[in-house]
């Protein structure tokens, strides 16, 4: 079993990983959580590979973290008689509301939405940005277009608009029935395909409430316009490079990216870095030099947890591409730099400056001053208090302990935490700091002769509430 690394790893079930064997060796290559992307694979498939990792954990002793990824207002275009086209630059082609099959002069695009918000001059990019279509003009049910980059486009291909905010909802009817089909199953996160403006989250919230944490992926523009309020609404963050990369220019993602990732700091919300992250280990068993360095640098940028999406749902080396993108960050976070960038891009004054937030920000001083601290112990019922102690990214580990395995469980996406489950409510403050000193022993966490720092909202069980910093010597 790997070392257990600050930054979390986030792998992709799919056909190449069903198995409750492959699934096994994931989880010891270092895998922290697992991805069930709802635009495939069936409810039944979905449930049996639930139900496998679930008990792989508990037989592993592990905390796996379980994300249902919606698939979101997918925009397509419809079917070709031949299957495909071949479009070529300077050609005029039609995008109409007529059911007939497709062909090289015009195609159905199944969206009335798009065709009252386009406008005349806008692109449309067809196939992840590889063929582009200028409109020169619309009505309701017809946009006629010029190719200015061509290239071969097949049926049911995606459509992205990215000066356009469309009038639809980011949760589907399909999403919806897949929140409640996820939600009944017991995920930890939901998490939300293209989020348009804070609205959707909103409307999220109250479809799912508090049955689940949400994750707001990140691929409009327009969110990146919304970006401190859409973070404030939601749990957690996905920066979703692959659609964010065909609706922005492309140089603009790696600074979206660190901006996406100083928000979520600042806001002690977990960001995940998503897509192409070891793209050409689908097919070879490593990665490429680049690839490597563009892991690297999201574990340098202080991203709570990096994704695998096709290398370990697809691709031919599943439990490598893990492997591998643990060595990363495992090279990555024995670097002496690597703790001095995570110090300097501490928010000097958190957000909210709050009681909460105080106390969170003060542990990581006192653990810094303090000599032979072993960790830092957050005591929480919601969460709150020790995605807290997270954002602040302490050299030091962070021991969550709470109540509730649902909150345990949702922990696994955290930057350096490592989740136990206590489900006593302790009445005197001896037992409390007590137990705090049982787990980071036990654990191997601190020894006789080491400090531990406690963050606490005091009473326990009382949520949304971090009143209280204790430092124990260990004798």
Not at 186 to 197: E, M, N, V
Not at 423 to 440: G, Q, Y
Request: glycine share 6%; proline share 4%; hydrophobic share 40%.
């Amino acid at each position: 079993m790997p070392i257990k690394t600050k930054t979390n790893i986030l792998a992709t079930l799919g056909p190449s990983s069903a198995t409750k064997e492959v699934i096994s060796k994931l989880i010891d290559a270092g895998a922290d959580a697992f991805r069930f992307n709802f635009s495939h694979g069936t409810h039944d498939e979905h449930k049996e590979r639930y139900n496998i990792v679930r008990k792989l954990a508990k037989e592993k002793g592990r905390r796996i973290t379980l994300i249902a990824d919606m698939q979101g207002p997918k925009l397509r275009v419809g079917e070709f008689k031949e299957g495909k086209i071949l479009l070529k630059e300077g050609q005029k082609f039609l995008l109409d509301m007529d059911k007939e099959l497709g062909d090289e002069k015009r195609v159905t695009l199944p969206h009335p939405e798009i065709f009252a918000a386009v406008k005349n001059g806008e692109e449309l990019l067809l196939n992840d940005g590889n063929i582009r279509l200028k409109i020169e003009k619309h009505d309701q049910s017809h946009i006629w277009t010029k190719v200015t980059v061509g290239g071969e486009l097949s049926s049911h291909k995606g459509v992205n608009l990215p000066n356009i905010t469309l009038p639809i909802s980011a949760i589907t009817e399909k999403d919806k029935k897949d929140i409640a089909f996820a939600l009944k199953l017991g995920f930890d996160w939901i998490s939300l395909s293209f989020i348009q403006k804070a609205e959707d989250v909103k409307q999220a919230r109250n479809l799912i409430g508090d049955k689940a944490l949400i994750i707001s992926k990140l691929e409009k523009p327009s969110a990146i316009t919304e970006l401190d309020e859409i973070v404030k609404l939601s749990d957690g963050i996905m920066v979703a490079r692959g659609d964010l990369g065909v609706e922005c220019p492309i140089q603009q993602v790696p600074v979206l990216q660190k901006r996406i990732v100083s928000c979520c700091r600042k806001y002690a919300r977990p960001v995940i870095v998503a897509t192409q992250m070891l793209e050409s280990m689908i097919n070879n068993p490593t990665p490429t030099r680049a690839e490597v360095s563009d892991v690297a640098t999201a574990v340098y940028d202080g991203a709570d947890t990096v994704m695998l999406s096709a290398e370990s749902a697809a691709g031919h080396y599943p439990v490598e591409a893990v492997q591998m993108m643990n060595n990363i960050i495992t090279e990555v976070e024995s670097d002496p730099l690597f703790y001095k960038l995570m110090d300097s891009s501490r928010q000097d004054h958190p957000c909210c400056v709050g009681e909460s937030d105080s106390i969170t920000y003060a542990a990581s001083e006192v653990s810094a001053v303090l000599k032979n601290v072993a960790a830092i112990v957050t005591y929480s019922s919601s969460g709150l208090t020790t995605f807290l102690a997270s954002r602040e990214r302490p050299s030091l580990p962070i021991l969550a302990i709470t109540p509730n395995d649902t909150v345990a469980n949702r922990l696994g996406i955290a930057w350096g935490v490592d989740s136990f489950v206590n489900k006593k409510i302790f009445s005197s403050f001896d037992k409390f700091e007590e137990e705090a000193v049982r787990v980071a022993v036990e654990n191997g966490y601190a020894k006789s002769g080491d400090h531990i720092i406690i963050t606490a909202g005091f009473p326990i069980g009382k949520k949304g509430r971090t009143n209280m910093l204790h430092t124990v010597y260990i004798p």
